[in-house]
C-alpha cells in the first residue's frame, strides 16, 4: 500500500518528524510494504521510542488523508528492525538501502 502519492506523503512525514527531533537521514526507501530507515541519531534517543513516533504519526496522518487505508486492521506490525551501524561503513549501508528499490 506504500505506493504512490501514500509513499510521497509518508516520505514528507518521516522527514518532518526527523527534523523536529534532530535525527539525519542518511538513507530511506519505502517500499510497498515495508520501510527502510537509515538514521543518525544522538545515542541517548531511545530506538523504541523513535519508532513509536514515526509510525504513530505516520499511520494517524496517512489513515486520516487516504480513506483506502481504513480497511486495514492496522497500517504498521509492531515489529521493526534495529541496529548500530558500529561494524560497517555508513556508505555499505547506504548502498544496500538504494538497492532495495531495484
Not at 506523503?9 to 526527523?18: E, K, N, P, T, V
Not at 535525527?23 to 519508532?51: G, Y
Not at 486495514?72 to 538504494?98: C, D, H, M, Q
Amino acid at each position: 500500500m506504500l505506493i504512490d502519492k501514500i509513499a510521497e506523503r509518508l516520505q514528507q512525514i518521516i522527514c518532518d518528524i526527523c527534523n523536529e527531533n534532530r535525527w539525519k537521514i542518511i538513507a530511506m526507501e519505502i517500499m510497498p510494504d515495508h520501510v527502510h530507515l537509515f538514521l543518525n541519531a544522538k545515542p541517548t534517543d531511545n530506538p523504541s521510542q523513535m519508532m513509536n513516533k514515526i509510525k504513530g504519526r505516520a499511520s494517524h496522518h496517512l489513515r486520516k488523508e487516504f480513506p483506502e487505508l481504513l480497511k486495514l486492521p492496522t497500517l504498521w506490525t509492531p515489529s521493526y528492525f534495529v541496529s548500530t551501524a558500529g561494524n560497517i561503513s555508513t556508505e555499505s549501508v547506504k548502498r544496500y538501502i538504494e538497492q532495495q528499490r531495484d
